[in-house]
């Protein structure tokens, strides 16, 4: 009697089954918040990493700081961080010239952390018309022959730098700049940077109370 198979599985010792290569763990050795200040000092970018958030849909880290003359100048005048999009579509009109307030941040940056690269490269690529963009791999990547074969071309070609942590360490793979950035003046890029200020503010805010609460421990 015939015996039936089924299509996918193993029906016998002699069974035509392909070797799979062994792929390395790959994953990073420490999570984000311990990394973003070694890649903001590797990559050589002005300011401090900010807490993780969503920016256009990514959850990146960004890296920024303070304006102080334009920050103070925004407190005197009731200008605090503007987060509403439309409202800072509105700065870009003729009759605005003079009635905006300065922008108070500057953005250096942003990085995204993630154990592939194209889901890093996804979300870091978006700013690199705005700012510079960076992701964070673990080592292990080198391994792996889709990380080699792609990951440093398209890259490259979205300005996107790479780098690379393991055990503690980051290198720079690959560093590369945008073709094409916007002026900081564009609609997005001074949302961007409004969002960036509110969570500046609070970052220090919030640093001050820390340092406040050890005084008085």
Same mark, same amino acid.
């Given at each position: 009697?015939?015996?039936?198979?089924?299509?996918?599985?193993?029906?016998?010792?002699?069974?035509?089954?392909?070797?799979?290569?062994?792929?390395?763990?790959?994953?990073?050795?420490?999570?984000?918040?311990?990394?973003?200040?070694?890649?903001?000092?590797?990559?050589?970018?002005?300011?401090?990493?900010?807490?993780?958030?969503?920016?256009?849909?990514?959850?990146?880290?960004?890296?920024?700081?303070? #304006?102080?003359? %334009?920050?103070?100048?925004? *407190?005197?005048?009731?200008?605090?961080?503007?987060? $509403?999009?439309? =409202?800072? @579509?509105?700065?870009?009109?003729?009759?605005?010239?003079?009635?905006?307030?300065?922008?108070?941040?500057?953005?250096?940056?942003?990085?995204?952390?993630?154990?592939?690269?194209?889901?890093?490269?996804?979300?870091?690529?978006?700013?690199?018309?705005?700012?510079?963009?960076?992701?964070?791999?673990?080592?292990?990547?080198?391994?792996?022959?889709?990380?080699?074969?792609?990951?440093?071309?398209?890259?490259?070609?979205?300005?996107?730098? #790479?780098?690379? %942590?393991?055990?503690?360490? *980051?290198?720079?793979?690959?560093?590369?700049?945008? $073709?094409?950035? =916007?002026? @900081?003046?564009?609609?997005?890029?001074?949302?961007?940077?409004?969002?960036?200020?509110?969570?500046?503010?609070?970052?220090?805010?919030?640093?001050?109370?820390?340092?406040?609460?050890?005084?008085?421990?």
């Amino acid at each position: 009697m015939p015996v039936s198979r089924t299509p996918g599985h193993a029906t016998g010792p002699h069974s035509d089954v392909l070797p799979t290569r062994p792929r390395p763990e790959v994953d990073l050795s420490d999570p984000p918040e311990s990394l973003s200040e070694a890649a903001v000092s590797v990559l050589g970018w002005r300011g401090v990493a900010l807490p993780a958030m969503t920016l256009l849909g990514r959850r990146v880290v960004p890296v920024a700081e303070l #304006v102080a003359e %334009a920050h103070a100048e925004r *407190l005197c005048l009731g200008f605090g961080p503007n987060t $509403d999009r439309t =409202s800072v @579509a509105t700065w870009t009109w003729p009759e605005m010239v003079g009635r905006v307030p300065p922008p108070a941040v500057r953005l250096s940056g942003v990085i995204s952390f993630a154990r592939h690269w194209r889901t890093a490269l996804g979300a870091a690529a978006p700013f690199a018309r705005h700012c510079g963009a960076a992701m964070v791999l673990p080592s292990a990547v080198h391994g792996i022959d889709d990380y080699l074969d792609n990951a440093p071309g398209r890259a490259r070609r979205h300005g996107v730098s #790479v780098l690379t %942590a393991d055990d503690h360490t *980051l290198r720079i793979d690959q560093t590369a700049w945008a $073709d094409t950035v =916007s002026p @900081a003046g564009s609609v997005t890029g001074r949302w961007l940077r409004e969002l960036v200020y509110e969570r500046l503010i609070a970052h220090m805010v919030r640093d001050v109370a820390d340092r406040r609460g050890c005084l008085t421990d």
